[in-house]
């Protein structure tokens, strides 16, 4: 067997002078501890929510994944702020959205799309011009409405699942600091 921890106490004197350095390390080292594992948690909500496979990376995104933060309300509260868009983009449900002219959306369609059906999301009619049609016939040959077919991103939830599996290391490491320099 090999030994792990070693307390050697000379007294009761002493047995008091070590629990008092640990009883006021310990609440400063789990703290420090705590805000480390919500950066932690920050940066991968950050980069989560840059990478979806499924879509391209706007601007609008990755500005909004750059305001994730982790803030320090006060002793012992640490909390993650986002903007509230992509609070939105994780928890929307699944709709359609018509493609009608003077839209941003139609616009972005017509740049990112350009009329094609991707991995059966988006469908946008292109007519004779090379212009994103505001009606199309479907297969069957009734004539339909163009549309963006919108799905959400959930990061956050599945980022939070996999993070938590962190947080015992890291009261392990704040533990361990506030013992050893005690």
């Given at each position: 067997m090999v030994t792990g921890v070693v307390l050697k106490v000379n007294g009761i004197k002493e047995l008091h002078r070590f629990l008092r350095k640990v009883q006021t390390k310990l609440p400063v080292e789990v703290d420090k501890g705590m805000f480390k594992y919500a950066q932690g948690v920050a940066v991968a909500l950050r980069d989560a929510?840059?990478?979806?496979?499924?879509?391209?990376?706007?601007?609008n995104r990755t500005t909004a994944a750059f305001k994730i933060k982790?803030?320090?309300?006060s002793k012992f509260r640490?909390?993650?702020?986002m903007p509230?868009?992509?609070?939105l983009l994780d928890g929307m449900s699944k709709h359609y959205v018509s493609l009608k002219r003077g839209r941003n959306i139609t616009r972005w369609a017509k740049k990112n799309f350009?009329?094609?059906v991707i991995t059966g999301r988006s469908r946008a009619g292109r007519g004779p011009r090379n212009g994103l049609l505001e009606y199309y016939y479907d297969a069957e040959g009734k004539m339909r409405r163009s549309a963006l077919y919108v799905t959400p991103h959930r990061f956050i939830e599945r980022t939070l699942q996999t993070e938590?599996?962190?947080?015992p290391n890291e009261l392990r490491k704040s533990l361990k600091k506030a013992l050893s320099g005690a």
């Open positions: 929510a840059l990478q979806d496979p499924k879509r391209p990376i706007t601007t982790a803030n320090k309300l640490s909390n993650i702020t509230h868009s992509l609070i350009r009329g094609h938590r599996n962190k947080l």
